[in-house]
């Protein structure tokens, strides 16, 4: 079936903006992700959803960040009021369970740009 | 708190041996994993290796695991132009909820 799908793939916006980053998730996965990956570094974990609920928040920079699951389906990432720290892009990935060997499937990520 | 550490950059020509080392500090850790990122796409899964292991073999990736010096190495043998990429080691703790630690990221060149 098809992977895990994230849109916009590139949204650009200026600083004061609300966003919202939608994932889709493989069909089936009750465990979702989201990692935030500034330029030239590696991944930072955000928050982790089992479900529609979020066990685990505590990545989350500040709270102008939230985000939601419906179901186990589609998840969006809303940022408001953006600032330029958070230009980066913002990828989704999906497992089967979130336990054990827990293999997790990135989306291609959305590229965030504030000015 | 966990961290994972890892050099930014590795030159090879190809045909030779790349070795891509990582180390992290989580003693608890279950699961470490190797990831690839190639330009403009997604991290896809290369390989894994479980904590009770030494090393694992698949194909001409080999992955060693040093738990003692909690010390994780990728050598991909024979390396390919097409091998250029950066390479994330990432580490799964002792976390219930999955949550991978990523190391910065090695850049590896691979010259022909």
């Known amino acids: 079936g098809a992977g895990v799908s994230q849109s916009p793939s590139n949204k650009v916006t200026e600083k004061g903006k609300d966003v919202e980053l939608r994932c889709d998730p493989i069909s089936g996965h009750t465990a979702l992700y989201w990692y935030r990956q500034r330029l030239g570094q590696g991944l930072e974990f955000l928050i982790y959803?089992?479900?529609?609920?979020?066990?685990?928040k505590s990545g989350l920079p500040s709270d102008r960040f939230s985000a939601e699951r419906t179901g186990e389906s589609v998840s969006t990432l809303t940022i408001q009021r953006t600032q330029q720290e958070d230009s980066a892009v913002y990828l989704c990935a999906s497992s089967q369970s979130g336990q054990g060997r827990n293999e997790q499937f990135f989306g291609p990520g959305t590229r965030l740009t504030v000015l | 708190g966990e961290d994972v550490e890892q050099s930014l950059f590795l030159s090879v020509r190809e045909g030779d041996s790349s070795v891509i080392n990582c180390t992290y500090t989580?003693?608890?850790?279950?699961?470490l994993y190797w990831y690839k990122q190639e330009p403009g796409a997604g991290l896809q899964l290369l390989t894994y290796?479980?904590?009770?292991?030494d090393m694992k073999q698949d194909q001409r990736l080999t992955v060693l695991l040093n738990k003692k010096d909690k010390h994780l190495s990728l050598r991909i043998a024979d390396t390919q132009t097409g091998d250029s990429a950066i390479y994330f080691c990432?580490?799964?703790?002792?976390?219930?909820?999955?949550?991978?630690?990523f190391g910065q990221g090695t850049t590896l060149q691979v010259k022909p």
């Open positions: 290796i479980f904590s009770n292991m």
């Open positions: 990432a580490d799964h703790g002792s976390s219930n909820t999955g949550k991978l630690i």
């Open positions: 989580d003693s608890s850790s279950t699961y």
């Open positions: 959803f089992q479900g529609n609920s979020a066990p685990d």
